[in-house]
């Protein structure tokens, strides 16, 4: 059993090894980097408690992926495969004396909570759990088999004081080390945030109400020594009292006197349990991640090396935007990005959004389309929609899909206008969230452009002249003024700040590594170079296409790990990195990792 009180917090400053490891007779919990601002606050038994069973999630959510990909094969504990339970997962790259690059090797000298959870078998358990006893209760049907134990009285009547039953029994029999085991089952399950059944949960308060209080718990600060002293003499006592023996009472025995008893303390100096080169288990979180997140079509490049199927089957749900399969091949041989994305403003559409809009007291050239109240600046905001007479303002449809507000003639936009309606304004750059936001609730053309994949603007025009033809209200007042060459700039300018190529690659490194000035040789020659090859290999590829996509922008940024356990979003942009060519940012690992367990 895990004393969460001794381990000490450490993070490597140099290897990626995260996990447990003894040294000088002391537990050192080794945690991802990123998390070194956060150690005093994690150091109690909660937190340490808490950062172990969410790295047992995950290393076991990896463990999975690897056997999947044949990587490892699927043994009986996490990793054990020689005496000294470590395996090795044969999956280097190119790079050998690359840290990050070099072999997954899997540590689980003392896995004794994979151990503990291997002896589950529901089956048994419920079958174990309700044997036949002794019961005061009669089966009429059934008495015909008792009638030569009965005791006969003068009236010639049989007595039966007794029968074989099915029932509940507790006392000492096998049954009682199954209850014990199922306590301990639903403690661990508990932790891990995993639902048990039912009946297993009854089988555990039985054993809670027999020998713990109700509040007591094998994982609390304030009664974990207590419990762990009355579940040592509770094994004790059945063990001692058990009359018989059989092959089911021993393996759930052995489980639980392994489980109580093992002693990380007692092992040799060395990793104890956990995994080496972490980068890897980073990387298939990251991944993971974009894939959820990003549509298939413009998740252009992907390493699907840490991936499982059903990832990777996401991820060519469907046809690419821009076909890259060749685009990476040089000199023989095949360089794998991470992943590169198109990039669009639809990706940063965040949560939902409340918006009170009004209309404009004056006459827009006849049409009254213009609403007041999506921006402070008095900026010109003009809304239509398809099939919208000049006698009927914009405002009126929306009372009708809307609810109003209290202030008379208000209305309140909870969700993103239907798709016949339109709309534009100036806009200006950099976007902040809320103007991107503004323009997706509210349908704006530039925004619909994109979200249609129109990135070129001939595209874009014959689409406009086709809503002006549907509508005067388009051309006289959503869009009037607005001559062909104004919208052509604003337009460019729109692609060229807010569409572009990311070429993404996951970093096990912190932002303070690229802020050392003692770091710029061997950052140059682990990750710089590789990216300028990267982008020289895809603009040469866009270049050949000759068509709207070959002069858009390419960009790079590097993922980083950190630990914001306050922190609402999952990705944050960092700063810039030589002079804004690359942008670092910081991956909240928290977050990450309840989206890697979904």
């Not at 639809?346 to 389309?369: L, M, N, P, R």
């Amino acid at each position: 059993m895990i004393n969460f009180n001794s381990l000490k917090l450490r993070v490597h400053d140099r290897y990626s090894f995260v996990g447990i490891q003894k040294q000088d007779e002391e537990l050192h919990f080794y945690l991802p980097t990123g998390f070194d601002a956060k150690l005093s606050e994690l150091d109690t038994f909660v937190g340490k408690r808490d950062l172990f069973f969410l790295l047992y999630k995950i290393f076991g959510t990896f463990k999975e992926i690897c056997i999947e990909k044949g990587y490892i094969d699927d043994i009986d504990e996490f990793g054990t495969q020689d005496r000294d339970g470590v395996i090795n997962s044969h999956r280097g790259s190119e790079i050998q004396d690359d840290e990050e690059n070099s072999e997954n090797i899997f540590y689980s000298k003392l896995d004794i909570i994979t151990h503990f959870l291997k002896a589950y078998e529901e089956p048994k358990i419920l079958a174990l759990a309700y044997r036949l006893g002794k019961s005061n209760k009669f089966d009429v049907s059934q008495i015909h088999k008792y009638l030569h134990q009965a005791v006969y009285l003068p009236n010639h009547a049989a007595y039966v004081d007794e029968m074989l039953l099915p029932r509940p029994v507790m006392q000492f029999e096998s049954t009682d080390i199954v209850t014990m085991y199922c306590y301990l089952f639903c403690e661990i399950k508990q932790q891990l945030g995993e639902v048990v059944n039912a009946e297993i949960t009854a089988l555990a308060e039985r054993f809670r109400q027999h020998h713990l209080g109700n509040q007591d718990s094998l994982f609390d600060e304030h009664s974990y020594e207590q419990v762990l002293d009355i579940l040592k003499d509770a094994l004790e006592t059945i063990d001692h009292n058990t009359p018989i023996k059989d092959a089911d009472y021993w393996q759930y025995y052995e489980a639980i006197k392994v489980f109580l008893y093992g002693n990380w303390h007692q092992a040799e100096n060395g990793e104890i349990w956990g995994i080496k080169n972490f980068h890897s288990v980073w990387e298939s979180m990251c991944l993971t991640h974009l894939v959820q997140i990003v549509d298939p079509s413009l998740l252009l490049h992907l390493d699907d090396r840490y991936l499982s199927s059903r990832t990777v089957q996401r991820a060519k749900s469907s046809a690419k935007l821009i076909d890259l399969s060749n685009a990476f091949n040089i000199n023989g041989s095949s360089m794998i990005p991470d992943a590169i994305v198109f990039e669009s403003i639809t990706h940063k559409i965040k949560d939902k959004k409340t918006y009170k809009v009004s209309a404009k007291d004056w006459d827009d050239y006849g049409y009254e389309t213009r609403i007041n109240g999506i921006y402070l600046d008095r900026r010109s905001v003009r809304v239509g929609y398809i099939d919208q007479t000049p006698d009927n303002h914009t405002i009126n449809k929306l009372r009708e899909l809307y609810k109003s507000d209290t202030k008379p003639g208000d209305v309140i936009i909870n969700d993103p206008l239907p798709p016949n309606f339109y709309s534009f304004w100036e806009i200006d750059f950099p976007l902040a969230p809320e103007d991107i936001h503004k323009m997706y609730y509210f349908n704006h053309l530039f925004y619909i452009a994109i979200k249609k994949k129109f990135t070129d603007f001939d595209i874009f025009i014959t689409k406009i002249r086709d809503l002006c033809n549907k509508s005067q209200v388009f051309q006289l007042s959503v869009l009037r003024d607005k001559s062909t060459e104004h919208l052509k700039k604003k337009f460019n300018d729109f692609l060229q700040h807010e569409i572009y190529f990311e070429i993404i690659d996951i970093k096990y490194l912190d932002t303070k590594y690229f802020r050392d000035p003692n770091k710029i040789e061997e950052i140059k020659r682990r990750s710089i170079r590789k990216q300028f090859v990267y982008e020289h290999l895809l603009q040469k590829t866009l270049e050949k296409r000759k068509d709207q996509y070959s002069n858009l922008s390419i960009r790079s940024s590097f993922w980083l790990p950190s630990y914001l356990p306050d922190d609402s979003e999952l990705l944050q942009d960092s700063s810039t990195f030589m002079d804004g060519y690359i942008k670092l940012k910081n991956v909240n690992f928290k977050l990450l990792a309840e989206t890697y367990l979904a």
